[in-house]
Every structure is written in C-alpha cells, then in structure tokens.
C-alpha cells in the first residue's frame, strides 16, 4: 500500500468515530507522521469542539517534531473563524511543513481558501488522496452543500411475499416483518441520520416514538407529514422531548417547545417542498421511515440518494404493497434470517 494511502485510511477510520455526532459539521479525521511513524492523530467529536488537527497537534508530545512532519486531513482544512479557529492557522503557527488532503471542502467558506493559504505560507500541499472514499464518508456533507438539500435514506421492510404492512391492523402498534437484530440495526440508523420522516397514517396507526431507545446515540429530528391535521395532541410525536417540525397545508398551527410547524402546499411537488425546508433548518441527512405513500412521494420525485429494504421471513398473503425504486445494489447482507439490500439512486 503506498504510504500517503495508508495514513489517509487512518484519517477516514479516525473520521467514522463522529458519525452522527458532529452535525452542521463533517466527519475528519487526522494524523501526523514523523519519520514513517505516527507521532499524533485525532478526529472531530461534534460541533463546537476542537477540529480533528487540533486534537492531532495536542497529542504530540514532542512539538518540536511537528517541524518536520507531515499531518494527514480526510478534508480540506478550515480556513475561516466559526465556533473554533481556522485549523489553517495552526498548522501554519506550529510550521508543519507538509500537508495531505483527501479532498476539498465543499462548504463555500472553505471551498479551496484553506489549500491557498497553505500554500501561500509555503507549505507543501498534497490533494486527492483517497477522494472518493473521502467523500463517500462525508456524502451527507456533501450532499448538503452541493445539491442544497439533505442525504436522504429510504428505509422499509417487507414480507417474503412483497408487502409492508397488512390490509387491516387490531392492535395501535407495529406489525414486525424483521428480526429483532434488524430492529435494532435500524436504531443505530437513526443515531447517525439527523431527521427521521414518516407520514400521517404511521403515526396514527403505530404512535411510534421516532427515537433511538434501543441504541446509544442522539435522537434525530421527528418530521412528521400531517397535512389536515389528524394526528391527536396526545399522540407521542407531540410530547416535546424531541425537536419535532410538522409539516401542514394549514398556517394556524401554533409552535410550541420543541414543536415547529411548517406549510406546505400539498397539490404541489411535496417531497421538493419539503427539502428545501429541511435546507432551510440546516438537517443534511433523513431517514424516511413512513408508509408506502410517504416513501413513493420521494421516489416519484427522484429525490433520494439510498434505500435500505429488508425481506423477512413473513408472508403476509394480502396488505400494502412495497413500494417499487428502479435500484442499482449497493450492498447485499443478512441479518439473520432478513436479508438486507442497499441501494443507491445513480441519477
């Protein structure tokens, strides 16, 4: 393996370590590498604390090496003041003489100013290595700055016999195709997507709770479609323990606490509505767990990036069908006894 690749998959590895916690910002991963020995590494834990370069210098414990290394970035470092100083900046006050990027930042506060003061303080840059995995670690990130809208994640089960729910339920509560193992897969899931969306009829017929109970992690955003709205104020979305924003065709609803309501024209394209919305509230990534309405809504109007379908071992015989994507497989795996495709929208 060659050497700037090798350390480059450190970075990535390091990176991973902030999936989910580090909204608005990206995942980054660094090292520092003196004499083909890494002397420092670090990564971006969550907004507002220090950068992965900043955690990578801090644990050198030899600065004076610093001088003669080279730090190792997933992304191109920043060069503008937000909640922390340009990592630009340290990198040139502590005089590390050479630098890799993975790739370029596509935020427009960056966007190749962070590369041009590097080299303009004479520090020997180096772009490009491993971009694509680089950025396919950071595709929300990307997605967010590049298409103005979020990475957005289909995500259903259906039964051997392609349905996803029964014709008619007994009970207020979930019909489970998939194992326990999927379910809570799906929980880790939503720990690392910023906002889960589902539709009016999931929330009236399961009074699903929208979080992540069987996993450790954040929360994500509740976006809940209630176009009449149908949904009683006892139901769980409306309990106020998560940031909840509803989107209505009505402007008489009142924000509360944690829940923000949002008008949509539902004789229009909804789904396009609705991301520019999220854009607007600065979520990059949702998981759209709703019923087959909700999920064809985003299909019809080719705005989705992935979708995760598990089979599982019940046959329905009757009920809702699945809804139909034209997919290209991604990745194909079992948990247990569900299979799991992933699939992406090459559009």
């Not at 003489?97 to 590369?115: E, L, R, S, Y």
């Not at 994500?220 to 989107?247: A, G, M, S, W, Y």
Request: charged content about 20%; hydrophobic content about 35%.
């Amino acid at each position: 393996m060659k050497t700037h690749e090798k350390y480059m998959r450190r970075c990535i590895a390091l990176a991973q370590n902030g999936l989910g916690t580090t909204y608005p910002n990206p995942m980054v991963g660094s090292v520092i590498v003196y004499n083909n020995k890494i002397i420092g590494e670090g990564w971006h834990k969550k907004a507002g604390e220090p950068h992965a370069e900043v955690n990578a210098v801090n644990s050198v414990q030899d600065k004076s090496l610093l001088q003669k290394a080279t730090i190792y970035v997933s992304l191109e470092p920043c060069s503008h003041f937000g909640k922390t100083p340009p990592c630009c900046d340290l990198i040139i006050k502590n005089k590390i003489p050479n630098v890799v990027i993975g790739t370029v930042d596509p935020n427009i506060k960056v966007a190749g100013n962070g590369i041009k003061k590097l080299i303009e303080a004479g520090i020997h840059v180096t772009i490009g290595i491993l971009e694509n995995e680089c950025n396919e670690l950071n595709k929300r990130f990307f997605t967010f700055h590049q298409k103005k809208r979020p990475y957005i994640v289909l995500k259903w089960a259906e039964s051997q016999d392609g349905f996803i729910a029964p014709l008619q339920k007994l009970e207020k509560k979930p019909v489970w195709i998939t194992n326990t193992y999927s379910r809570q897969l799906v929980h880790k899931w939503r720990t690392e997507e910023q906002a889960i969306l589902v539709g009016t009829q999931t929330v009236i017929d399961d009074d699903p709770k929208l979080n992540a109970r069987d996993w450790y992690g954040n929360n994500p955003i509740r976006l809940v479609l209630d176009q009449n709205n149908r949904i009683p104020e006892e139901n769980t979305v409306f309990d106020n323990q998560i940031k909840t924003i509803v989107f209505t065709k009505s402007g008489n609803a009142i924000n509360k606490e944690n829940t923000i309501f949002e008008v949509v024209n539902f004789n229009q394209n909804i789904a396009s509505q609705i991301v520019q919305i999220l854009f607007q509230h600065q979520i990059q990534s949702v998981i759209i767990e709703g019923g087959l309405q909700t999920l064809q809504t985003f299909i019809d109007a080719n705005l989705w990036d992935e979708a995760r379908i598990f089979t599982g071992k019940l046959t329905l015989e009757k009920g809702i069908n699945a809804p139909q994507i034209s997919k290209s497989i991604y990745k194909k795996k079992w948990i247990s006894d569900d299979e799991l495709i992933i699939a992406r929208n090459h559009d």
